[in-house]
Nanobody, 127 residues
Framework: QVQLVESGGGLVQAGGSLRLSCAIS????????MGWFRQAPGKEREFVAA????????YYADSVKGRFTISRDNAKNTVYLQMNNLKPGDTAVYYC????????????????????WGQGTQVTVSS
């Protein structure tokens, strides 16, 4: 069994920063790709960022490019999302996700490409 546990969410003013963490635990597990998604009330879950294990290539939604940075620490089996210059529109529950097997990069943004999900962490940005 694989568990993903997010942490680091909270309330921040517009322009502020937060760093989310996603710790992987359970059986030995080396995901091919890890992703961050978010879901605001009344909206569908949307892609935020992804990072591929083999070469640490990163992928971002246009809405967060230049503000968010995804990274990973393989020794700690943890993935991070550094969020800077936060905006009220970034308010959502943030989820990390993991896929074990290889997949084409154009599918990294699709929630149904991932095998495992965390429980989510709330990020609220006040204006």
């Amino acid at each position: 069994q694989v568990q993903l546990v997010e942490s680091g969410g909270g309330l921040v003013q517009a322009g502020g920063s937060l760093r989310l963490s996603c710790a992987i635990s359970g059986r030995t597990f080396s995901p091919y790709v890890m992703g961050w998604f978010r879901q605001a009330p009344g909206k569908e879950r949307e892609f935020v960022a992804a990072i591929r294990r083999s070469d640490s290539n990163t992928y971002y939604a246009d809405s967060v490019k230049g503000r968010f940075t995804i990274s990973r620490d393989n020794a700690k089996n943890t993935v991070y999302l550094q969020m800077n210059n936060l905006k009220p529109g970034d308010t959502a529950v943030y989820y990390c996700a993991a896929r074990e097997d290889s997949i084409a990069s154009y599918r990294y943004a699709a929630p149904n490409s991932y095998d495992y999900w965390g429980q989510g962490t709330q990020v609220t940005v006040s204006s």
